[in-house]
């Protein structure tokens, strides 16, 4: 498997659509289409805090990684918080989703971002293992990794 984890360029929209698409479905989200083009405009925005990572598998697309950083109310430096994380139920169970969130870990990393975030709507032993610490807020595990 040759795995590749890059950002998000114009030429990616079209498949990234498609996996958006397959992303609400999977969630049973129902969002007006400007809704999807307002966050892929967001994406391509140099200036916007928010941004994408996708994998690809042999050329194609099979997931992505959306995220945004912020001001931190901790410390000096801003904090990364994993938003949206999908794959393809094609290249699900093999390790992509993994790569991402390590991918994203190490993209912090070099920005000098002081931690990661990700949140989901469940406890769950893999999360417990990744991050070092977790709170529970508004009905939502937020597990966080120190990056600093």
């Not at 289409?33 to 194609?60: F, Q, Y």
């Not at 990744?130 to 807020?137: G, P, S």
């Amino acid at each position: 498997m040759a795995l590749t984890i890059r950002d998000a360029t114009p030429t990616d929209e079209q498949a990234w659509r498609r996996l958006w698409n397959d992303y609400l479905a999977f969630y049973k989200v129902d969002l007006p289409d400007d809704v999807t083009d307002h966050t892929w405009a967001r994406i391509l925005d140099p200036t916007s805090r928010v941004a994408m990572r996708v994998a690809e598998v042999n050329g194609e697309l099979a997931g992505f990684a959306i995220h945004h950083f912020h001001d931190s109310t901790w410390v000096k430096t801003p904090d990364c918080y994993l938003e949206d994380l999908y794959l393809d139920e094609r290249f699900r169970g093999q390790g992509i989703g993994r790569s991402l969130i390590d991918d994203l870990i190490l993209l912090a990393k070099a920005k000098g971002w002081s931690r990661l975030y990700w949140h989901t709507n469940r406890d769950n032993e893999t999360a417990r293992k990744l991050y070092d610490t977790y709170a529970q807020e508004d009905g939502h595990i937020r597990y966080r990794i120190r990056l600093t």
